[in-house]
């Protein structure tokens, strides 16, 4: 017969030692004991103290991914990532997450939508990047595609734009094609579609006056010049020039300017 004849408790912690037959059998924590009425002189057979040993063991799960929870939001998969790594089976992970969703500590699509306000927010991630971002934490695709629909296409095109004027104002001594180039290849990185990027595109104004040209092709012109002259001569020179200054965005009549001046000069 397996008697309860000691129960203390442990220093700092809401855990008590209990002790069956004079030896000390196993630790609980307050809920387990409550749960099981575990008293000095109760009987316990095996299948009980088994019993005892898994709701523990759970109880144990639910404690740790709370913890893990008290720095930021998680998904269930990362939850149950983090007690599989721990060492705790399957099951007792499977049991401690129902634990977390029935208190509403867990909850996928509370998690889902505040991890897209986020990337808007800090990122300015479009759609595809986000839903990316989703897809890692595990999260279910129809969650997934319920949270997607509330990025509405007004938003994106606000955030887009925003990302393009940055881009404009980093980069002033670009000429438009290559700006251009670089929105569409940011905007596509960040997530967002063909069709936000075009519109983008068209709406940003990139025309530049004869002296901003100018000012252009004499610090990218002169680059260009000087990477070819030493391998190329007078035609051949400038077909090379114009040809690397014409794939850069300058106009035919910018680049034929340039290329007098810089045959007067010599």
Excluded: C
């Amino acid at each position: 017969m397996q008697v309860i004849t000691k129960i203390t408790r442990q220093k700092n912690r809401d855990r008590y030692n209990i002790y069956v037959n004079e030896k000390f059998a196993f630790s609980v924590d307050e809920s387990t004991l409550i749960k099981f009425g575990l008293t000095k002189g109760k009987i316990l057979d095996s299948f009980e103290i088994d019993e005892i040993a898994y709701e523990d063991e759970i109880s144990k799960a639910f404690n740790r991914a709370l913890n893990y929870l008290s720095y930021q939001m998680r998904s269930e998969y990362e939850i149950k990532k983090k007690l599989l790594d721990a060492g705790f089976g399957e099951s007792v992970a499977l049991e401690a997450i129902q634990k977390l969703k029935r208190l509403g500590f867990l909850n996928d699509e509370t998690y889902s939508k505040a991890l897209l306000e986020t990337k808007k927010r800090t990122a300015k991630k479009g759609p595809m990047a986000i839903k990316q971002d989703l897809l890692k934490k595990g999260i279910d695709q129809n969650i997934l595609e319920k949270t997607l629909e509330t990025y509405t296409f007004e938003e994106q095109l606000r955030l887009a734009r925003q990302l393009a004027e940055k881009t404009v104002k980093m980069n002033p001594k670009k000429t438009p094609a290559q700006i251009k180039q670089k929105i569409r290849d940011l905007l596509l990185r960040k997530g967002y579609s063909f069709e936000i990027a075009n519109e983008i595109l068209d709406q940003i104004d990139l025309e530049r006056d004869d002296d901003e040209w100018h000012d252009l092709i004499s610090v990218q012109g002169e680059k260009v010049w000087n990477k070819y002259a030493g391998k190329y001569k007078d035609k051949q020179l400038e077909l090379k020039v114009k040809q690397a200054l014409y794939q850069k965005g300058f106009p035919l009549e910018i680049i034929e300017r340039f290329i007098d001046e810089k045959r007067e000069n010599e």
